[in-house]
């Protein structure tokens, strides 16, 4: 039974390791011998270093066993892996000064057993003591190196979770932006443009205008942003005047807005199309042919780096599908604001009777 016990161990034992081992051992108990023999000039018989050593094997081995059990459990095993020790150093010197009695030399008439142990004692507990030193190093340099391995293992686990995660978010930021950007053939569509405004121009200057205002937003939505994806403040603003002065054009009707726009914003960046989209809310979902409601429209930055963005119109109707559009609208440019300004902006929406007001802060 106890044989295919230590047959059933070794089997779980992997080759390589096992293999390592015993050329360890071997290298180990090569250098001893020799030792011995260079000092005294002479061997014991084999069979004897066999049983030595493999009863200091059997401590070593065992007393690893043990530091697993002690410090690769519970807390509460400390104590009970103490007694263990002790136990086991115990019947280490019991086993081993059986062996001594039994295979060491012939007794002499006068044997002393006093004279036995005194000499035995001192010597086997150093021996023991010994191979329990080299399992602390072995157990311990295991360990260290397990414990670096998971650390780096872990380490290594969180860069590439990190890196993932900044890739999906600039593949998702690109492809935000190229959808905005990249959904008509830019050379196309300002050659179509071009012509349209040549021929406009011969019957209607308002026409020709309107078409060179709408060129030069489309030409901006369709600008490459910086390596940082954000343009230039001014740029933006520029365009939501374009915006307001196409919009006059386009209806019959005056529209009443005051627009109110603070000075060098040359100095800020921004990720482009958020103002450009909210300036284009007001006239979409805003009624502003009202004079005695005008529309109003604020833009300023303070020295902190702070933009402020602040629009009140009349509600235009409570159609159901265009305040499903403007939701849908509202929540394609929070998702981008938390791509770029994640906990550094405020997005505020309040519906004061039969106004409709936003007003979005921003850190730059």
Same mark, same amino acid.
């Given at each position: 039974?106890?044989?295919?016990l230590?047959?059933?161990?070794l !089997?779980? @034992?992997?080759?390589?390791?096992l293999?390592v081992?015993?050329?360890?051992w071997?290298?180990?108990?090569?250098?001893? =011998?020799?030792?011995v023999?260079?000092? /005294?000039?002479?061997?014991? !018989?084999?069979?004897i270093? @066999?049983?030595?050593?493999?009863?200091?094997l059997a401590l070593f081995?065992?007393?690893?066993?043990?530091?697993?059990?002690?410090?690769?459990?519970?807390?509460n !095993?400390?104590?009970?892996?103490?007694? =263990?020790?002790?136990?086991?150093?115990? =019947?280490?010197?019991?086993?081993?000064?059986?062996? #001594?009695?039994?295979?060491g030399?012939?007794?002499? /008439?006068?044997?002393?057993?006093?004279?036995?142990v005194k000499?035995?004692? $001192?010597?086997n507990?150093?021996?023991?003591?010994?191979f /329990?030193l080299?399992?602390?190093?072995? &157990?311990s340099?295991?360990?260290i190196?397990?414990?670096?391995r998971?650390?780096?293992?872990?380490?290594k686990?969180?860069l590439?979770?990190?890196?993932?995660?900044?890739?999906?978010?600039?593949?998702?930021t690109k492809?935000?932006?190229?959808?905005?950007?990249?959904?008509?053939?830019?050379?196309?569509l300002f050659?179509? %443009?071009?012509?349209?405004?040549?021929?406009?121009?011969?019957?209607?200057?308002d026409?020709?205008?309107?078409? &060179?205002?709408?060129?030069?937003?489309?030409?901006?939505? %369709?600008?490459?942003?910086g $390596? #940082?994806?954000?343009?230039?403040l001014?740029r933006? /603003?520029?365009?939501?005047?374009?915006?307001?002065?196409?919009n006059?054009?386009?209806f019959?009707?005056?529209?009443? @807005?005051?627009?109110?726009?603070?000075?060098?914003?040359?100095?800020?960046k921004?990720i482009?199309? @958020?103002l450009l989209?909210?300036?284009e809310?007001?006239?979409?979902h805003?009624n502003?042919?009202?004079?005695?409601?005008?529309?109003?429209?604020?833009?300023?930055?303070?020295e902190?780096g702070?933009?402020?963005?602040?629009? !009140?119109?009349?509600?235009?109707?409570?159609?159901?599908?265009?305040?499903?559009?403007?939701?849908?609208?509202?929540q394609?440019?929070?998702?981008r604001?938390?791509s770029?300004?994640?906990?550094?902006?405020k997005?505020?929406?309040?519906?004061?009777?039969?106004?409709?007001?936003?007003? =979005?802060?921003l850190k730059?």
């Amino acid at each position: 039974m106890t044989i295919n016990l230590i047959k059933e161990k070794l !089997r779980l @034992i992997p080759r390589k390791l096992l293999a390592v081992h015993m050329i360890c051992w071997i290298f180990f108990i090569t250098y001893e =011998l020799v030792f011995v023999y260079y000092h /005294v000039g002479s061997l014991e !018989r084999p069979y004897i270093y @066999i049983v030595f050593y493999s009863i200091n094997l059997a401590l070593f081995y065992v007393y690893i066993r043990l530091l697993n059990y002690t410090f690769n459990g519970p807390k509460n !095993r400390y104590l009970s892996g103490l007694s =263990l020790f002790v136990s086991t150093i115990v =019947l280490y010197l019991i086993v081993k000064g059986i062996a #001594d009695h039994i295979l060491g030399d012939p007794k002499p /008439v006068q044997y002393d057993s006093n004279v036995f142990v005194k000499a035995f004692v $001192p010597r086997n507990i150093a021996r023991a003591f010994y191979f /329990v030193l080299l399992g602390t190093f072995y &157990w311990s340099a295991k360990h260290i190196a397990y414990f670096k391995r998971q650390a780096l293992e872990s380490e290594k686990r969180q860069l590439t979770i990190e890196k993932d995660h900044a890739e999906l978010e600039a593949q998702l930021t690109k492809s935000r932006n190229a959808y905005l950007q990249h959904q008509i053939n830019p050379h196309m569509l300002f050659n179509a %443009l071009n012509f349209v405004y040549n021929s406009a121009q011969k019957y209607s200057d308002d026409a020709a205008n309107c078409i &060179w205002l709408l060129s030069e937003i489309m030409r901006f939505s %369709l600008e490459e942003a910086g $390596p #940082d994806g954000k343009i230039n403040l001014a740029r933006e /603003v520029e365009q939501v005047e374009n915006l307001v002065a196409i919009n006059r054009y386009r209806f019959r009707e005056p529209l009443y @807005i005051s627009i109110e726009l603070g000075n060098d914003l040359s100095r800020c960046k921004i990720i482009p199309l @958020i103002l450009l989209t909210l300036t284009e809310n007001i006239f979409k979902h805003g009624n502003l042919t009202d004079p005695n409601s005008p529309a109003s429209l604020k833009l300023f930055t303070d020295e902190t780096g702070n933009l402020t963005f602040y629009s !009140r119109n009349l509600k235009k109707s409570k159609n159901g599908l265009a305040r499903q559009r403007k939701a849908l609208g509202l929540q394609n440019i929070r998702l981008r604001m938390d791509s770029f300004y994640k906990g550094n902006y405020k997005l505020e929406i309040n519906e004061p009777g039969e106004f409709y007001e936003l007003t =979005l802060t921003l850190k730059l």
